[in-house]
Nanobody, 120 residues
Framework: QVQLVESGGGLVQAGGSLKLSCAASGSITNPYAMGWYRQAPGKQRDLVAFITNGGNTVYADSVKGRFAISRDNAKNTVYLQMNSLKPEDTAVYYC??????????????WGQGTQVTVSS
């Protein structure tokens, strides 16, 4: 079984910082990619950032320059450092891991979500 456990969410004032963690465990070997989505009430779930097993990163324009994603391959853990937080960053944040099944196929697993609330 594959499980992703998230931690680090909470309530902060605008301009503050939080660091999210997501640890994957179970029948996995070096996830192809790991990343974060977020979803505010009544809105779509949008990609925040992801990082490949080679360390390449991609960020949404709305968080570029403020957030930083990193990964510890030995621990199968992905992190999201969030700085200069804004009220519009308020959402439930979900981590994911893509596991390679073949040369051209992967399976995506999701964490349970963690609430991030930013007050003005």
């Amino acid at each position: 079984q594959v499980q992703l456990v998230e931690s680090g969410g909470g309530l902060v004032q605008a301009g503050g910082s939080l660091k999210l963690s997501c640890a994957a465990s179970g029948s996995i070997t070096n996830p192809y990619a790991m990343g974060w989505y977020r979803q505010a009430p009544g809105k779509q779930r949008d990609l925040v950032a992801f990082i490949t097993n080679g360390g390449n990163t991609v960020y949404a324009d709305s968080v570029k320059g403020r957030f930083a994603i990193s990964r510890d391959n030995a621990k199968n853990t992905v992190y999201l450092q969030m700085n200069s937080l804004k009220p519009e960053d308020t959402a439930v944040y979900y981590c994911y891991a893509d596991l390679r099944r073949s040369v051209i196929s992967t399976v995506r697993y999701w964490g349970q979500g963690t609430q991030v609330t930013v007050s003005s």
